[in-house]
């Protein structure tokens, strides 16, 4: 077995690794459930404190937030993203 058939097999290994782990990855992230949330129902959220998780971005273009995160009664999967100005 000379060097350019051991390469070959290995090349061909790495690339079978990575096309599962691609797939694993889409499997995952299309089981991902976003809610999308009005301005009023996050404000009853946060009034309620029923909000469990939260990341805001600022997006300074269109002068608004992006608020994603969790609510205590969402499962793992489960999130909300809601724009508001």
């Given at each position: ?7 070959k097999g ?7 690794i990575?096309?599962i ?5 889409l499997v ?7 809610e999308?949330?009005?301005?009023d129902e ?9 909000i469990?998780e939260i990341h805001?971005t600022?997006?300074?273009r ?11 009664d ?5 999130s ?6």
């Amino acid at each position: 077995m000379n060097k350019k058939t051991a390469k070959k097999g290995i090349l061909s290994y790495v690339f079978l690794i990575l096309f599962i782990i691609t797939i694993f990855s889409l499997v995952n992230i299309m089981n991902q459930t976003v809610e999308y949330l009005t301005y009023d129902e996050f404000i009853e959220n946060v009034e309620a404190n029923n909000i469990k998780e939260i990341h805001i971005t600022p997006k300074d273009r269109a002068s608004v937030y992006e608020i994603t995160g969790q609510l205590k009664d969402y499962e793992e999967d489960q999130s909300f993203f809601v724009r508001i100005p």
